[in-house]
């Protein structure tokens, strides 16, 4: 492993989860700084709650990146996600893989555990998630 390094990895013995835009094992090194971004939800800074689950995705993943961006991180330096869904079904898992797709184009992706929930903190939020990035 590298000396600063996030390394992901899925091994051999555990099925292949990067088709549903996760990956098992993520270590990091001690040494470096970890950053832990609360759970963000799919609104901006107006609070408006669009009722569209891919919208919120979105958003949510950019309000992720724009508070990694205020450490100097990406998205890139994300070990671990939680992912709280209302709501989730097959086409809700589908969007979230395609817009993960989209910003772990190589397929690395962090380790993520999917939490289905009746209900979140504000009405009308759909999905929240939080990450605990890595300094390297």
């Known amino acids: 492993m590298e000396e600063h390094a996030l390394e992901i990895i899925n091994p051999a013995g555990i099925y292949d989860p990067r088709p549903h835009a996760y990956s098992h094992v993520a270590t990091v090194s001690a040494k470096d700084l970890l950053v832990f971004v609360a759970g963000q939800g799919g609104s901006r800074m107006d609070g408006i709650l669009i009722n569209d689950f891919r919208t919120q ?20 330096h994300i070990a671990k996600l939680t992912t709280l869904v209302v709501g989730y079904d097959e086409e809700k898992h589908q969007i979230l893989i ?28 759909l999905i929240e998630i939080d990450a605990t990035a890595i300094s390297f």
């Open 57 to 76: 995705v979105k958003i949510v993943f950019e309000n992720i990146a724009i508070a990694l961006s205020s450490k100097g991180l990406t998205m890139h």
């Open 98 to 125: 395609e817009e993960s797709t989209k910003i772990w184009h190589d397929l690395k992706f962090p380790v993520n555990t999917l939490i289905p929930v009746g209900r979140l903190a504000l009405e009308g939020m």
